[in-house]
């Protein structure tokens, strides 16, 4: 479960930080830095797991050499940053509980300014670790419960009796270490791929593995389906209901001869529905509840533009339901021995209903992310950049313009020509 994300010199981001929380909602319009904040979700991911150049690989058109490093251009000449820094804190399960570590990636460039653009790994810099706790003020951000504090330092002292180093570096191959510390961040990280899906896609039946968890674009959703328990499903059902009230089952299908995966949806009215007549929305739904419930996904579900396909009555329903079926900090100490992963929500989106529904919300699970003016000193030009402003009240280090309060979030609603009950 990601706690703390900090970027520096990565697309839009320079001196970024922003606290995560088991559920947390990113508004803004487009071009905000929505999109890019899972971009470096999604770079850490590959680079942890393949190492650098398989993450420049191409497969991602959002991920290239070029695009990666925050830019300025001014009449007096651009500026490309250096290099990157991407820093993340989480808490994992693990044999001794639940245990506090962070992964950094530092990529820098080399050769000349003008020219394709050449990344390399900053040796000795990029890594992950289990934390020290010594610092505890991002526990206080975050409220953590003492029980959960307690676990976290006997986690660690446990980690501490069984391991030498408590160190994995990060190569060009991905990264090595105490095996304990190794299997962790690998699983955790594997689920940082955003879920992009495409209904087209999961209209058809899947003849794939079935032991997969929900792939991005969501076409093994029939398999996934398929495997789920019945009691799993039966609740899923009553999710599905909850959100589109004419549907009232899910039956997972299987043809032998073929070898594929199928489903149908049946409706108060129609009966039985095949996947080619279900709606987007419908089937999206379908997916994000699969992947909520699924255990081999277990961790992280970032979702973008969520509302995407939606009723927008529906929008808040589903994430509530997907917010009830994740794991909330206290819940951490008791289930981390058992689970593969702590399941967290982290949902981008620009709809202002899902915005009133949360609107009084001041945990800080909603946040505002919008373009900012950024100067230089050292530079020439005024570059924009992505600022994080979550709805809350200030604390005693932050100016009131760092947060949002409930009041602002009411009157910008009412700006919007939402009706405030």
Known sequence: MITRIEIDGFKSFV????????CTVLMGVNGAGKSNLLDALDFVRRVVGAGLSKALD???PRLTARDLLHHTDHPRGEYTAPGLTIRVRMIVPSRFGPLSVAVRVEVERRGASAGPAKLALRRGRSGA???RLDRTEWMDRLALPTRLRTALVASRDLFDAHYESDWGALTEAGLSGPEELLASILRETATWE??????????????????????????????VLHRL????????????????PE??????????????????????????TSPPMLSDGTLRVLALLAASYDDRRAGLLAVEEIENGLHPTRIA?????????????PDLVDRAE????????????????????????????LVFLEQASHIDPARPGISTVTRARPVRKPLADEEPGDTVTVEQVKRLLESMGQVIS
């Not at 329903?317 to 900090?329: A, H, K, P, S």
């Not at 992963?341 to 699970?365: C, E, K, W, Y």
């Open 15 to 22: 001196g970024f930080g922003l606290d995560v929380r088991p």
């Open 58 to 60: 191409g497969s991602n």
């Open 129 to 131: 670790w289990v934390s």
């Open 194 to 223: 955003r879920i992009a899906l495409d209904p087209p896609g999961m209209r058809s039946p899947f003849g794939g593995d079935d032991g997969m968890s929900l792939l991005p674009d969501g076409r093994n959703l029939a398999a």
């Open 229 to 244: 328990d019945g009691d799993v499903l039966r609740d899923m059902e009553a999710d599905l209901a909850a959100l589109i």
């Open 247 to 272: 549907a009232s089952g899910i039956r997972p299908l299987y043809d032998e001869r073929r070898g594929e995966y199928d489903f149908d949806v049946r409706f108060r009215h129609t009966g039985w």
């Open 317 to 329: 329903e589903l994430v509530r339901r997907l917010r009830r079926d994740g794991d909330d900090f």
């Open 338 to 365: 058992e689970a593969k992963g702590f399941r967290q929500l982290i949902a981008t989106t620009h709809s202002p209903v899902l915005l009133s529904a949360l609107r009084d919300d001041a945990s800080g699970s």
